[in-house]
C-alpha cells in the first residue's frame, strides 16, 4: 500500500465524505469546509409512472432513477422533487434510529448524489461515510458490500460520526453531544475511538419538538396550511383571521406527504421561534423577555411569548431524559481517570442545538452535575454550519490527512478478505 498516496491522498482525486442523519444526508469532497448537498433523508415513492406534464423531460430523466427490474415506481430525491404535490405520491424514510434501515432507498439517494452532486463515476473517489455510535456490524458489513460491489470505489472507511465531530473542533477526547432529528446522544471519545460502554441516548429531538410544537398551535386553532396549499393570501392585522386563496391541487394526495410538509412548517417554526432558558423555565422570568413574531404560510401572524421557553425546556426538565442528565451519566459510566478530560471538552453538535441558548443551558446543567472541582469547558461552534455538519466536516478533515492515507480499506484488501474487513479496520 506504499503507492497509495499516488492513488488516493494528493489532490488529483478527491475522496468523498457522506454524512448520513435522520434529517439529511450530507455528502461533498473532503479538504472542503462544508458540504456540497444536504439532500432530506425521505425519498418519494410515486405510483407507476404517468406522463409528466409540469417536469422539464431532461430533469425527469437524470434525477427520477428508475431501474431496469419489475420495479415501474418513481422515486423523487432531494427537496426541489419530494416538495412538489403529486398524486399517489408516498413518503418514506430509509433511516432507523440513527441506522440505514431501507437499502433499496438509500441507494436511490446515494445514486442521486452522484449523477446530480458529485457528477463523477464513483470507482474514481475513495468515500468516507460516518456511522451511529451504536450501528451493528450487519450494517457495517451490508454498507461496505455496497460501495465496492454496486459503486466500485477504490477505497472505503467507516468513522463513528461523534469521532468526526471531535475532530472536527480539534479534540481526540471529548464528550459529543449531538442534537438531531430524532434523538438526543452523549458519546465519550478517547484518544479518537468511542467508549460505546458509556454511550447514552434519549429520543428528544428535533421532531418531538416539532411534535410539541404542532399540538400547542393546534391547541390555539391556528391553521396550518403549508406553502403548497396556498394560492394567494391577504396582508391582515395581527390575530385576524388568514384571508388566504387555496391552491388547485392535484387529487389523493397521500397522508405521508402531507404529514411530510406539515413538519418542514414546524421545523421552520420552531427554529425561529423556540428558545431554551439558560435556567429551569420560570413562567414570570419568560414573560419578561421580548415576544418573537412569527407569520404562518396562510398570512396569520402572531407573536409568542413564554411558550417559546416551554416547549424548548422539554429538551432539558425531563429528569432521565434532559441533554444535562444525559452527558453527565455518560461521563458517570467512564472510567475516573478519564471524566476530567471529558468535561474539560464537551463538543456540542447536530442541528437541534442551533436552538438559541442550548449551550449556554447544557452548560449550567452540567456545572450542576460535575463534581466541585471540575474545569468544564463547552465548545460549540458559532456558525450553524460548523455546527449543523460537525460530523461532516471531521470528516472532510481526517480523509485529506497524510496518515490517514494508509487506513483506507483499499478494493484489493476487499477482493482478498471481504466485507469482513471493516470490523477489523474500522475501529
Known sequence: MSGGNMLYGGDEIGALVFDPGHHSLRVGYAQEDSPKAEIPSVVGIGASPTPETNLDPETKTDNNVTPNNSDSRKYYVDTNY??????????????????????????????????????????????LFSEASWNVRNNREKLTELMFEKYNVPAFFLVKNAVLAAFSSGRATALVVDSGATHTSAVPVHEGYVLSQAVVKSPLGGDFLSRQCRQHLDKLNIDLSPVYKIASKDVVKERDNARFTLRKLPENLTQSWQNYMVQLLMQDFQMNILQVLENPFDERVAAQIPTVHYEFPNGYHQDFGSERFKIA????????????????????????????????????????????????RLNRDLQLRAPSNTRLKMISANGSVERRFGAWIGGSILASIGTFQQMWISSQEYEEAGKSQVERKCP
Open 82 to 127: 419530494v416538495n412538489v404535490p403529486r398524486s399517489q405520491m408516498e413518503v418514506q424514510t430509509y433511516m432507523k434510529d440513527g441506522m440505514i434501515d431501507n437499502w433499496d432507498l438509500f441507494e436511490k439517494v446515494i445514486d442521486y448524489a452522484y449523477a446530480n452532486v458529485i457528477q463523477s463515476e464513483p470507482e474514481y473517489h475513495p468515500v
Open 313 to 360: 425546556e422539554s429538551l432539558f426538565d425531563n429528569a432521565m431524559l434532559g441533554a444535562g442528565q444525559l452527558a453527565s451519566t455518560s461521563v458517570g459510566m467512564c472510567d475516573a481517570d478519564v471524566r476530567l478530560s471529558l468535561f474539560g471538552s464537551v463538543v456540542v453538535t447536530g442541528g437541534n442545538t442551533l436552538l438559541q441558548g442550548f449551550p449556554e
